[in-house]
T-cell receptor, first 111, second 113 residues
Framework: DTGVSQDPRHKITKRGQNVTFRCDPISEHNRLYWYRQTLGQGPEFLTYFQNEAQLEKSRLLSDRFSAERPKGSFSTLEIQRTEQGDSAMYLC?????????FGPGTRLLVL | GQQLNQSPQSMFIQEGEDVSMNCTSSSIFNTWLWYKQEPGEGPVLLIALYKAGELTSNGRLTAQFGITRKDSFLNISASIPSDVGIYFCAGQTDGGSQGNLIFGKGTKLSVKP
């Protein structure tokens, strides 16, 4: 399978804990995006990488969120001191040009 | 900020019927994309539109990029049970946004066999 992969697929954590998600984009796709999707809504943009450079962050990305793409391949999204409002599906997408291909997402539940 | 209005919010149809859904925006987009999402999965790309007025088909799916660049529609002909899911439109602009997508809220499609 050469699509976008995400790990883990599900995560349950207690409020206040830190969590980290991983995204492996399609090989050779230089752009990588993170989105958040809550129930009944479409995905909302969080941040974007061109190779290893983080070029844009949404206002949704609070100080507790940090994303990295150290070698321009896989990316990690960390949420520190999780809050119940962080419960959502976190989606990763990659593209070589204009069309974005999404991974299966990581569903986070904060208790 | 930019918003997409997607309608209808949900549809309940009989197998074999045709389906039509649309998206409108107050802003101009340079690319329109249509995705389908099933429960617990990420959105899967159905059709991508890159030029105003463009009409593109993918099997039983047909989508058009509105001439004003502020709207798009998706039609599904002869629906089947596996068409069930949530359909999202997404628009993309050039320039400072670096290509991040703006999504509608989705159209939930239910197909009765």
């Amino acid at each position: 399978d050469t699509g976008v992969s995400q790990d883990p697929r599900h995560k349950i954590t207690k409020r206040g804990q830190n969590v980290t998600f991983r995204c492996d984009p399609i090989s050779e796709h230089n752009r990588l995006y993170w989105y958040r999707q809550t129930l009944g809504q479409g995905p909302e943009f969080l941040t974007y990488f061109q190779n290893e450079a983080q070029l844009e962050k949404s206002r949704l990305l609070s100080d507790r969120f940090s994303a990295e793409r150290p070698k321009g391949s896989f990316s990690t999204l960390e949420i520190q001191r999780t809050e119940q409002g962080d419960s959502a599906m976190y989606l990763c997408a990659s593209n070589p040009g204009e069309t974005q291909y999404f991974g299966p997402g990581t569903r986070l539940l904060v208790l | 900020g930019q918003q997409l209005n997607q309608s209808p919010q949900s549809m309940f149809i009989q197998e074999g019927e045709d389906v039509s859904m649309n998206c409108t925006s107050s802003s101009i987009f340079n690319t329109w994309l249509w995705y389908k999402q099933e429960p617990g999965e990420g959105p899967v790309l159905l059709i991508a539109l890159y030029k105003a007025g463009e009409l593109t088909s993918n099997g039983r799916l047909t989508a058009q990029f509105g001439i004003t660049r502020k709207d798009s529609f998706l039609n599904i002909s002869a629906s089947i049970p596996s068409d069930v899911g949530i359909y999202f439109c997404a628009g993309q602009t050039d320039g400072g946004s670096q290509g991040n997508l703006i999504f509608g809220k989705g159209t939930k499609l239910s197909v009765k066999p």
